[in-house]
């Protein structure tokens, strides 16, 4: 079983810059595929970027390509999203989860388990 929890979302300016974190109990985590998926008011939740077990392969939604960065800290058991240049349409809960294959998914039904999700919220 592993417990996820976000943080680090909060309010900022357009082009500023916000990092997540996604800290996991559990110690099978580092072999566990990871992924942030967002979800904004009356949408779809969307992926965003996923990162896999060894932190060899990562993917990111064309939106966010070149503005976000996912990475993971073996020893904190914890994976990062680094956001910069952020823009309103960037608005939306973000939520981590982890999929028992050790793979960088994209497929949000391919997770076993997420987080509660933390709000970003970018004003103009």
């Known amino acids: 079983q592993v417990q996820l929890v976000e943080s680090g979302g909060g309010l900022v300016q357009a082009g500023g810059s916000l990092r997540l974190s996604c800290a996991a109990s559990?110690?099978?985590?580092?072999?566990?595929?990871v992924g942030w998926f967002r979800q904004a008011p009356g949408k779809e939740r969307e992926f965003v970027s996923s990162?896999?077990?060894?932190?060899?392969?990562?993917y990111y939604a064309d939106s966010v390509k070149g503005r976000f960065t996912i990475s993971r800290d073996m020893v904190k058991n914890t994976v990062y999203l680094q956001m910069s240049v952020l823009k309103p349409e960037d608005t939306a809960v973000y939520y981590c989860?982890?999929?028992?294959?050790?793979?960088?998914?994209?497929?949000?039904?391919?997770?076993?388990?997420w987080g509660r999700g933390t709000q970003v919220t970018v004003s103009s």
């Open positions: 990162i896999s077990a060894s932190g060899g392969s990562t």
């Open positions: 559990g110690r099978t985590f580092s072999s566990y595929g």
């Open positions: 989860a982890a999929s028992r294959a050790p793979l960088a998914l994209r497929v949000g039904s391919l997770y076993n388990y």
